[in-house]
């Protein structure tokens, strides 16, 4: 077995880190406290390949690979996690689904804006307000076809990048009468008449990566704006989520990483009883644990990476990675928290606001309870 990356994603992984550093890091406190988009960063982005990172290159995309795609977000996460957030959310759960269903003719029309730069963002509308975990059920949001055009009424909630978006595909129900084939994805552009995008959500954390409620009044777009066929919404969601999970993970595991070197620079600096924060043994123990999760989060990370890229079944190793990495983040930001004290818990520092980021990372893309029951089912069926 191989653990190595290779010289090329060694060279795109020094490349992105040194890119975050230099535009995205620095401004992550003022994007947190002014819950402004790093729209300046982000213009940037493009050239580089970091808005079309699954996105063909005839497209406009880079086409990384997988692992590479997982580096990158993970760069990101280090940096900034609203901004790590909705480049992730673009690339994973926006443009993925045109990239992976899309006929040539949409991809064409949508992806070379978004992928490149010149345009705006992409996103995903799943969540309604009776459909969280339970979209098969709860999807109300609904499309009927009428003179070749799909006219949708309804509403969604949690839609990360709705408003700095140039399409959001849309899960609706084109099947009134239910079943797991009774749901589709529609590509719906942003100034379609209709449609309306609400106040941004107040949030906890993850202030610079707008989250709107997006509400559907008679939106018309055309027929061939479905994805792939008509009742297969519902599978391609689960894979569509299946990417979007490892891309979760690996911000997760870009956020333990700035909080652990946050605490282990002020562990160095800060004494206490005459001696720094680094010769206590309760404070090594935290730096070591932290240390070792991180970098089995980031191997997982890797693995459910490498078997996409392989075109290996990874539906549960995505599930497996994304559960570790985020319930390891919380752990090592509370930690980080608990080296600086109450210096941890001030704004002063940067641990309060990666702490606050990363408690969206249990939830979003499918709860740590959803993906345990994804791996128990797995596991209850092949043993």
């Not at 190595?4 to 406190?29: G, Y």
Request: hydrophobic content about 40%; proline content about 4%.
């Amino acid at each position: 077995m191989d653990f190595d990356l290779t010289e090329e994603q060694r060279k795109w992984k020094e490349i992105v880190h040194d890119f975050v550093s230099k535009e995205v890091k620095p401004h992550a406190q003022m994007v947190d406290e002014e819950a402004q988009f790093n729209w300046q960063a982000t213009h940037k982005m493009g050239p580089m390949g970091l808005l079309g990172l699954n996105v063909e290159e005839e497209y406009g995309g880079a086409g990384v690979d997988a692992i590479s795609a997982a580096i990158a977000i993970e760069e990101l996460g280090w940096g900034c996690g609203s901004t790590a957030l909705s480049i992730s959310a673009h690339n994973g759960l926006g443009c993925a689904p045109l990239t992976l269903f899309g006929e040539v003719e949409i991809k064409e029309r949508f992806l070379p804006p978004v992928a490149t730069g010149e345009g705006k963002l992409a996103a995903l509308a799943l969540t309604e307000p009776d459909a969280g975990s339970d979209l098969k059920g709860g999807v109300r949001t609904s499309a009927e076809l009428l003179n070749d055009e799909w006219v949708i009424n309804g509403t969604k909630m949690w839609i990360t990048n709705a408003s700095i978006a140039d399409f959001i595909v849309t899960l609706v129900r084109t099947d009134p009468n239910g079943g797991s084939q009774s749901l589709s994805l529609i590509v719906t552009p942003i100034d379609t008449p209709g449609l309306s995008i609400g106040p941004p959500e107040k949030k906890m954390g993850l202030k610079g990566s707008p989250t709107h409620p997006v509400t559907y009044e008679n939106v018309r777009v055309p027929r061939n704006y479905l994805l792939g066929q008509v009742g297969e919404g519902l599978q391609q969601t689960f894979v569509v989520l299946d990417w979007g999970r490892v891309g979760i993970g690996a911000l997760s595991v870009g956020l333990a990483q700035a909080a652990y070197e946050e605490a282990m620079r002020y562990a160095k600096e800060r004494h206490t009883f005459g001696a720094p924060l680094t010769s206590h043994q309760a404070i090594q123990w935290m730096l070591a644990d932290a240390a070792t999760q991180i970098q089995t989060a980031r191997l997982m990370i890797y693995y459910a990476a490498w078997l996409k890229g392989q075109g290996q079944p990874f539906s549960v190793e995505a599930s497996m990675a994304k559960l570790n990495a985020t319930e390891m983040a919380e752990q090592v930001c509370r930690n980080a928290i608990q080296i600086l004290g109450g210096y941890g818990y001030s704004r002063e520092y940067p641990v309060e606001r990666i702490y606050r980021d990363t408690r969206l990372m249990t939830i979003g893309e499918g709860t740590s309870e959803v993906q345990r029951m994804v791996i128990a089912r797995r596991i209850l069926e092949t043993n």
